[in-house]
């Protein structure tokens, strides 16, 4: 089945700085890549995602890329500040699949004032 | 306001002794889920619904049962936890069966077992 590994497992930036979190899947037909934020004591929400006709996207400061050849998508956050912390997870949509969803392991991002 | 609402936040129980996690949604969605989150594993599905008394199994459905009787609740229920059941838990609703249909998320219920 689908699997999905993302990278890194923490993240520290300055305030200001750029952040970048990777994930790679698995399933080659996989088609849909949403990303999702969790903040201290809530459940993640949705901020982004793309799909596989697709090989960038952009919201405000934050970007999504895909490359279907490598299998790997990113997420892109320019001019970090402190409310950026949070954790990320990235997620992938196996073809077929009724709204399933399989998530990375998380990658907690840490934005320093 | 719209939103999934989980009850409860937080729960101690022991072996054996059954509970319920309660999950409603207000927003008169097709689908919800259910997920835990483990550290070093991220979320993974427990069960999901695509309507009114239509359930299947997600990833790790072992000693969880779940019941659809209305569209906006959705329970879960351990009939005699274990220690390896301690996590935290996730309800999600999505307006249709799409996997493009943005999940929204309960806060969570952060279950220990002893």
């Known amino acids: 089945g689908e699997n999905v590994e993302q990278h890194p497992s923490t993240l520290s930036v300055q305030e200001g700085d750029s952040a970048v979190i990777k994930c790679t899947y698995s399933?080659?037909?996989?088609?849909?890549f949403p990303w999702y934020k969790q903040e201290l004591g809530k459940g993640p929400q949705l901020i982004i995602d793309?799909?596989?006709?697709?090989g960038e996207k952009k919201d405000q400061r934050i970007a999504v890329t895909l490359n279907k050849t490598a299998k790997h998508f990113s997420l892109h956050i320019t001019e970090t500040q402190p409310e950026d912390s949070a954790v990320y997870f990235c997620a992938s949509s196996p073809v077929g699949a009724t709204n399933k969803l399989i998530f990375g392991t998380g990658t907690l991002l840490a934005v320093q004032p | 306001e719209a939103q999934v609402t989980q009850n409860p936040r937080y729960l101690i129980t022991v072996t054996g002794k059954k509970l319920t996690v309660t999950c409603s949604q207000n927003?008169?969605?097709?689908?919800m889920s259910w997920y835990r989150q483990d550290p070093g594993l991220g979320l993974r599905q427990i069960y999901y619904?695509?309507?009114?008394?239509?359930?299947d199994k997600g990833d790790v459905p072992e000693g969880y049962k779940v019941s659809r009787k209305e569209k906006r609740n959705f329970p879960l229920i351990l009939e005699s936890p274990s220690p390896n059941q301690t996590s935290l838990y996730f309800c999600a609703s999505s307006q249709t069966v799409e996997v493009s249909s943005p999940l929204h998320f309960g806060n969570g219920t952060r279950l220990t077992v002893t």
């Open positions: 399933d080659s037909a996989s088609n849909y």
């Open positions: 793309i799909r596989s006709n697709v």
């Open positions: 927003m008169n969605h097709e689908y």
């Open positions: 619904s695509m309507n009114v008394e239509v359930t």
